[in-house]
């Protein structure tokens, strides 16, 4: 079974851009998450979507973004982009979502820098 | 507010003995707990899990405790190998808030 694919690994973006980040969950698998790591911080929450809906919605600014597509695909989008937007971009997706006994599985990530 | 709390950044463990990371939280409503483990360039990988009803769940030589009074989790790997060496980060959950909050994550050492 594939896992969770994320779409680019790596991109170099300018202050001020927008970026968009794509995420394939695992097969079957209804829920995704997206979480932002940076140096020292862990994981900061961002989202997560379910069946197109977004249950939850962490501290981040509006100019942070996402949505779930019918095939449960997820995208998620950052606008006009500020130096400290450089991180981790984490994708991660369940059965039925955070929970108890439901685990979520993490994809590679997309490394983005903003210059 | 930091409600999971990972306070060792770092731990250094000879190979063979036993390595025990340790998770703070402030949040009595949690009532699941994850374990991963991370390595650079790569995703968080899913270790071990324990619900509230629960106080040890052990999978090979990963063993998680959880002491709900102190509101602490502590993952116990033996024997630890030079493989183990990566980054450790604990997760909380509340059932149907649909996110889970990591810790700031242990660097793990494992010495040859």
């Known amino acids: 079974k594939a896992g969770v694919t994320q779409t680019p690994r790596y991109l170099i973006k300018t202050r001020g851009q927008q970026v968009t980040l794509s995420c394939s969950p695992i097969s079957g698998h209804r829920s995704v998450s997206w979480y932002q790591q940076t140096p020292g911080q862990g994981l900061q929450f961002l989202f997560e979507?379910?069946?197109?809906?977004?249950?939850n919605k962490g501290n981040f600014p509006g100019r942070f973004s996402g949505r779930q597509f019918s095939n449960s695909r997820s995208e998620m989008n950052v606008s006009t982009l500020e130096l400290g937007d450089s991180a981790l971009y984490l994708c991660?997706?369940?059965?039925?979502?955070?929970?108890?006994?439901?685990?979520?599985?993490f994809g590679e990530g997309s490394w983005l820098t903003v210059v | 507010d930091q409600q999971v709390k990972q306070n060792s950044p770092s731990l250094s463990v000879q190979e063979g003995r036993i390595s025990i990371l340790n998770c703070d939280y402030t949040n009595s409503m949690f009532d699941y707990f994850l374990w991963y483990k991370k390595y650079p360039a790569e995703g968080p990988t899913f270790l071990i899990s324990i619900s509230s009803i629960k106080d040890k769940n052990e999978d090979g030589r990963f063993t998680v405790f959880l002491n709900k009074s102190a509101k602490h989790l502590s993952l116990h790997i033996v024997p630890s190998q030079p493989g183990d060496s990566a980054v450790y980060f604990c997760?909380?959950?509340?059932?149907?808030?649909?996110?889970?909050?990591f810790g700031t994550g242990t660097r793990l050492k494992v010495l040859a």
């Open positions: 997760a909380a959950c509340t059932s149907g808030t649909y996110k889970y909050i």
């Open positions: 979507y379910f069946s197109e809906t977004q249950r």
């Open positions: 991660a997706s369940s059965l039925a979502g955070p929970g108890s006994g439901n685990t979520i599985y």
